[in-house]
């Protein structure tokens, strides 16, 4: 149902360096890009996260209520997604712990401020 979402960056070379480091643990890569935009995934026509340097040339700023949720695949990933995180530099905004019986999720603001949320959620 989602193509891709974006997150703007003042330094996509500094952000890039952050999620080439980072995605590798959910299976991602850079899979195209371009001078202003990379796009970051595990497949062509499969969901995607694009970090770009503003389209207008103004300021990249993050939206609040804003968050980008990454599938880690295990609690221990999601563990293992955080500390990376935290390790590249990205700030603390709630460490990996049970939200509910069925949602186990770590929340991080990246380089740039946006939130990003690591889970593992067991439906049934």
């Known amino acids: 149902m989602i193509g891709y979402v974006t997150l703007g960056s003042k330094d996509l070379d500094r ?70 995180a935290i390790e590249l530099g990205a700030a603390d905004e709630g460490p990996p712990g049970e939200r509910m019986p069925i949602f186990y999720g770590a929340y991080v603001r990246d380089l740039d401020g946006n939130k990003l949320c690591f889970f593992d959620m067991k439906l049934g």
């Open 15 to 84: 952000a890039c360096k952050f999620y080439d480091a980072l995605l590798p643990l959910v299976g991602g890569k850079l899979l195209m890009g371009m001078d202003r935009i990379k796009f970051y995934g595990t497949a062509m026509g499969q969901g995607m996260l694009a970090i770009c340097s503003p389209y207008d040339g103004g300021p990249a700023s993050c939206g609040n209520g804003t968050m980008v949720a990454i599938p880690g695949g295990s609690r221990e990933n999601v563990d293992r997604l955080y500390a990376k």
